[in-house]
């Protein structure tokens, strides 16, 4: 049986945000108060679509936007954990579940080499529309009070695994490593043989912290081992192999 290693992507895989980076291809490396004031809670994709509209208007091409993209820094230790996973492909799994967009998230791999290491991705679709500017829309729609409208990650996490199963395919063990808020929710579907790896001094982290003791609907089965680069969580899954 495979092991399934999941990840978050912004803060987790890169180490900045994706969605704020792109801000760095205007000419001036700001957005107007209007677009910037613009952002409800919980509404984050909408608020992205208007930040890609403005930069669209602004006339920077698609290729300026990707090349600025590839410029993302990537969290210590994440390419060579990419790289072990990409090479072992018989023994692990891996799927990325990020609240970025397909486009952002496929140039910043493609650039690395890294692609072959993720066998899906799970985001808000992307493209290119008749005027040349990037659109965004919401990943999917869910009854998940616990999540931004556009995406619950535990569902999506529910839903792979089902298909997986259906599919003949069962994992001995997964890993689900992430850093922010929304991480919180998929964890709750992992079993107690499973690891739930938040980042170290990030939301996640802190939010199962207070779990911990409490009684209460939600509850974390799996093993929690933060982490502060990919080569802490490289140890995990080579001793998880080895085991």
């Known amino acids: 049986m495979k092991i399934l290693m999941v990840f978050d992507f912004d803060h987790t895989v890169v180490d900045a945000n ?4 792109v801000v760095r291809c205007l000419p001036d490396k700001t957005l107007p108060g209007s677009v910037e004031n613009s952002y409800r809670k919980g509404y984050w994709t909408e608020y992205m679509g208007r930040v890609l509209n403005y930069i669209g208007e602004q006339k920077v091409s698609p290729d300026r936007v990707r090349s600025v993209m590839e410029t993302i820094p990537f969290t210590a230790g994440m390419t060579e954990l990419l790289t072990f996973i990409a090479e072992n492909k018989s023994a692990i799994d891996c799927i990325v579940i990020s609240d970025s967009n397909t486009l952002f998230i496929e140039w910043i791999l493609h650039a690395a080499g890294l692609q072959a290491a993720v066998d899906k ?6 493209k290119l529309n008749e005027l040349g500017h990037i659109e965004v829309q919401c ?3 869910h009854a998940c009070d616990q999540c931004p409208v556009n995406l619950c990650k535990k ?3 529910e839903l792979y695994l089902s298909l997986q199963s259906d599919a003949g395919v069962e994992y001995e063990q997964i890993f689900y490593a992430g850093d922010g808020g929304n ?9 107690g043989r499973d690891v739930v790896m938040p980042r170290k001094g990030y939301t996640l982290e802190k939010l199962l912290a207070k779990l911990e003791g409490q009684e209460g609907n939600f509850s974390v089965r ?6 502060s680069s990919g080569t802490d969580i490289l140890r995990e899954l080579k001793a998880s192999m080895q085991s």
Not at 121 to 126: D, E
Not at 222 to 227: D, F, L, Y
């Open 155 to 157: 569902k999506v996490l």
């Open 18 to 21: 994706s969605d704020t980076w």
């Open 121 to 126: 991705v799970f985001t808000n679709p992307a």
């Open 139 to 141: 990943y999917h729609s």
């Open 222 to 227: 799996a093993k929690n081992i933060a982490w």
């Open 183 to 191: 991480d919180l929710c998929p964890t709750s579907c992992l079993r």
